[in-house]
C-alpha cells in the first residue's frame, strides 16, 4: 500500500469560489494523487481548475468541521487557489495527468510551491482519534453501525485522556453527527 499523508486540501470552482475538503493525498515518487470520489465538489472543481492547495494542520476542528456542517475556515489566497489561514504548511499542487475510473479518478499532482508557517508541534494521540473517527464520519451509510459504535468507544478513551479544549470540541461534533444519524 501507498503512503498517504491525511490533508486539508482546498480547491475552486469555475467562478473561483473556494471549497474545503480533508483529502488523503497518496504518494507516487515525487508526485501526490488526489483521488475523490463520485459525485463531489472537490472532483468537479479540480476538472474546473486543476490545481488544488493541501494544507498539512493539526487543527483537528478543520477535520471535524468539514464533516459536520463548518466549512468556513479563513483563508488566503496563494499561487491560482487558498491556503487555510493557519496551517503549519502548505503545498501547491498543479494536476499534471488524470488517470479516469468510474468510482474515484486519480489526479497526478506535482507541487509547484510548497511553504512552512510554523513548527511541527509533537504527535497527539487525540489529534489521530479524531482523524479516525473523521474517516469513520465520512463513511456513516457504508459501515456497520455496530463497527462505528465499537470504533468510537475505543476512540473516546484516547480523546477523555489526551486532548486539548480543540480536539475534544471536534470529537464532541462528530459523536453528535453520529448520534444524529442513528448511532452509536
Ligand atoms: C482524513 C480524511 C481523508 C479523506 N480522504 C478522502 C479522499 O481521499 N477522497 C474522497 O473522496 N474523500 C475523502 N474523505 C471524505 C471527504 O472529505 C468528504 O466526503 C468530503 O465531503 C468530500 O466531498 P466534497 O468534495 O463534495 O466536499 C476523507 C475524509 C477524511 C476525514
Known sequence: MPLIR???????????RAHIAPLGLIAEGERWILAPFRPSATLENLRARPF????L???ARVFAGCLTGRRDWPLVAVGAGFRLAETLAHWELEVVEIREDAQRPRFVCRVARAETHAPFGGFSRALAAVIEAAVLTSRLDLLPRAEIAAEFAR??????????????E???????KVAAHGGP
Request: no cysteine; charged share 20%.
Open 6 to 16: 491525511e490533508t486539508i486540501v482546498v480547491t475552486a470552482d469555475a467562478a473561483g
Open 52 to 55: 488544488a492547495v493541501a494544507n
Open 57 to 59: 494542520t493539526d487543527d
Open 155 to 168: 476512540l473516546k478513551v484516547i480523546v477523555a485522556k489526551t486532548a486539548s479544549a480543540g480536539e475534544a
Open 170 to 176: 471536534a470529537f464532541a461534533w462528530l459523536e453528535a
